[in-house]
Every structure is written in structure tokens, then in C-alpha cells.
């Protein structure tokens, strides 16, 4: 399966490396990932392999929270709906996130089950094929909580990359 991915994605992962670890950080990871030369544009999609490269050199040379803490970059950066946050529910937020996540992904599916409101549930299916980028949807529903200011917390309760059907994440709400 060919899966493919907003520019803006990639823009938003260099922009997070180079807000971290400045212009330097940004030039190795660039070098290191084959990115030489290569300009990305924020509206046309590219191969998910580039998302993968770049998060993957993340977690090689910083560590795996800064991988999660570049999900919840990206959800406070890049989220359209960000404007709108302050004045919203976690709950509102997460029923948002499929239209989200079609605007920007071109592969796997994202549902929302907010049937229990006291724990969210958020299916990903065909997404999280590699561990990274579960370890983004992980810190993006944490943003989400922290950005509507609720207190809670995440647990990654299913995932294709264990075994499971799906990537099944609960935003459980105290
Ligand atoms: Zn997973």
C-alpha cells in the first residue's frame, strides 16, 4: 500500500528539530535523512517513508520522548484547530480529529469513540506501522488534554505493531 502524507507534516517535524536543537540539528538531521536540496510544500503529499526517516532519526539521536514530545509539537503547532482550542472540550476535540487526520494522511483510517466521555477512545488502523509513530498520536492526545487543560492521562492499549488489528488509544479523563 502506497501511503502518502501532507508536506506540512515533514515542515512541521523540521520545524520542531530546528526549534530544539537550532540550525545545527536541523542540518545533520537533513544529511542524515537524504533531505539535501529538498523543499517541501506544505500542501502536496509525499511518501510517509519520509515522516518515518525523519522520526526515526529522532528517536536514533535524541531519544524516544522527544519523538512523543514532537506529536505534541505538531498537535499544538499544525493543528488547524488550534484557534478554536481554548474554547473547547477534549471531548470536541477529539471527535475532530478523523476530519484531521484525512486532511493530512492519505493511508489507514481514524475513528473516535467518545461514547464513555470519562475515557476516549481513538482507533487508528493501518497507521502505526512502526513504533514511532505511535509514540506522536501518544503525545498528540496528551497535548490534547493539555491544551483544553484537562486532567488526565494516555495509555496505548492496542497496537498493530504488537500484534493487535489496530492502535487503540484511551484519553482517560479524572
Ligand atoms: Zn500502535
Not at 536543537?21 to 533531505?35: P, Y
Not at 532519526?57 to 488550534?82: C, E, P, Q, Y
Not at 478554536?84 to 494522511?105: D, I, W
Not at 492519505?106 to 506501522?129: E, H, M, Q, W
Request: contains cysteine.
Amino acid at each position: 500500500m502506497e501511503r502518502k502524507t501532507r508536506g506540512s507534516v515533514i515542515n512541521g517535524y523540521l520545524d520542531y528539530i530546528k526549534k530544539r536543537w537550532g540550525a545545527e540539528g536541523l542540518k545533520q538531521c537533513i544529511s542524515e535523512v537524504g533531505f539535501e536540496g529538498m523543499h517541501f510544500k506544505d500542501g502536496h503529499y509525499y511518501q510517509d517513508e519520509m515522516v518515518g526517516n525523519v522520526l526515526r532519526w529522532i528517536s536514533r539521536t535524541k531519544g524516544k520522548d522527544a519523538v512523543k514530545d514532537s506529536g505534541k509539537f505538531i498537535m499544538h503547532n499544525l493543528g488547524i484547530l488550534s484557534w478554536l482550542v481554548r474554547f473547547t472540550t477534549v471531548k470536541t476535540l477529539a471527535e475532530k480529529f478523523p476530519v484531521n487526520y484525512s486532511e493530512v494522511y492519505a493511508f489507514g483510517s481514524c475513528k473516535v469513540d467518545t461514547s464513555d466521555p470519562k475515557n476516549l477512545k481513538l482507533i487508528l488502523r493501518d497507521v502505526g506501522y512502526y513504533e514511532e509513530a505511535c509514540l506522536v498520536w501518544e503525545g498528540i492526545c496528551e497535548e490534547a488534554l493539555a491544551m483544553t487543560k484537562t486532567k488526565g492521562s494516555v495509555t496505548h492499549t492496542k497496537c498493530q505493531n504488537r500484534g493487535d488489528s489496530e492502535c487503540v488509544f484511551i484519553v482517560r479523563i479524572d
